[in-house]
């Protein structure tokens, strides 16, 4: 009886899902998850950094692709945002393990562009070796690849660090492809590949996991009188009728080793969505005043 009322429930939700469409169904998702957890978060990359000597900028490419896919399969809340305009920004922000972030441009980028984190991926170490494997007293030399990767993810919004992890993973390959790469250090797609797949796979979950207890948040990027202009659309999920909560800017926080943090402050008023595009939207003022030289918007719970 349990079984048949199941399949009845199933069948009328079919059929609501058929008669009133995508938009109900999205909006009946929302109604039970929570708008908050419908909306994603943009994210966008800084230049990928290699320092092991092995393959340039085919490595490097490779760790960005590979990176670049396992977080759109495996991260639901997130939007990658790749476009050339946005790397040329993050480009002339001074990035590395030594370089202090400027987090004035960090979040002056992170306010324009929409973006919720910034991802900093840097190739450390391959280093080719021989170990023994296989069941004792069967044990045989096999020849291995073994490479470092750090990945750092920083919230634009504050500019602090949410995640840093440095992950290392063990391939083993051919005696010839490990023999050619060891010998000449020149790019082996077949060797970068394998490698790759294996640290990614063990950093990528918890990089996902760090971004979903981050709150969705957005900026005011252009007052037009009654109309306020976002940094995010429909590319995140806003729709029209959204209520907007809006933070003052707070003062900078000095943190250990010079660094600044960004930090919002008390909410100042709230907005309304009105029009929807693809990367921006439009709203109006509930209340408050100088809502554009705010810190950043959320959604009203």
């Known amino acids: 009886m349990a079984r048949k009322r199941a399949y009845i429930m199933a069948a009328l939700f079919v059929c609501l899902f058929a008669a009133a469409g995508c938009a109900t169904f999205h909006k009946i998702g929302a109604d039970i998850m929570g708008k908050e957890g419908a909306l994603k978060k943009k994210v966008a990359f800084m230049p990928s950094m290699n320092d092991s000597g092995f393959g340039g900028d085919s490595f490097q490419a490779a760790a960005h692709s590979q ?12 939007q990658i945002i790749d476009s050339r305009e946005i790397q040329r920004a993050l480009e002339e922000i001074p990035h590395g393990l030594s370089a202090r972030i400027n ?8 306010r324009t562009y929409g973006l919720g984190a910034v991802l900093e991926q840097r190739i450390v ?10 069941i004792w007293g069967f044990r045989k030399t096999r020849t291995l690849a073994r490479a470092s990767l750090r990945v750092r993810c920083f ?8 995640f840093d992890e440095t992950v290392t993973g063990k391939v083993e390959l051919s005696e010839a492809v490990w023999k050619e790469a060891k010998t000449t250090g020149a790019y ?13 796979s063990k950093t990528v979950q918890g990089i996902c996991e760090r971004l979903a207890k981050e709150p969705w948040k957005g900026y005011i990027v252009k007052n037009s009188g009654e109309r306020l202009t976002l940094s995010a659309g429909q590319d995140v999920g806003l729709t029209p009728g959204d209520v907007l909560e809006v933070f003052q800017a707070a003062e900078p926080m000095q943190g250990q080793g010079g660094k600044v943090y960004l930090v919002p402050g008390l909410k100042m008023g709230e907005i309304r969505v009105t029009h ?13 005043n100088n809502l554009d030289k705010s810190h950043c918007v959320k959604l009203r719970p």
């Open 67 to 78: 990176l670049k896919k396992a977080l759109s399969r495996r991260c639901d809340g997130i």
């Open 103 to 110: 987090t004035s441009a960090l979040g002056r980028i992170g």
């Open 125 to 134: 170490d391959v280093e080719y070796m021989t170990a023994k494997r296989g």
């Open 155 to 162: 919230d634009t919004a504050t500019t602090a660090v949410l």
């Open 188 to 200: 082996n797609k077949e060797m970068a590949e394998a490698v790759l797949s294996e640290v990614i």
């Open 276 to 288: 929807v595009k693809e990367d921006h939207a439009e709203a109006v003022s509930i209340y408050g």
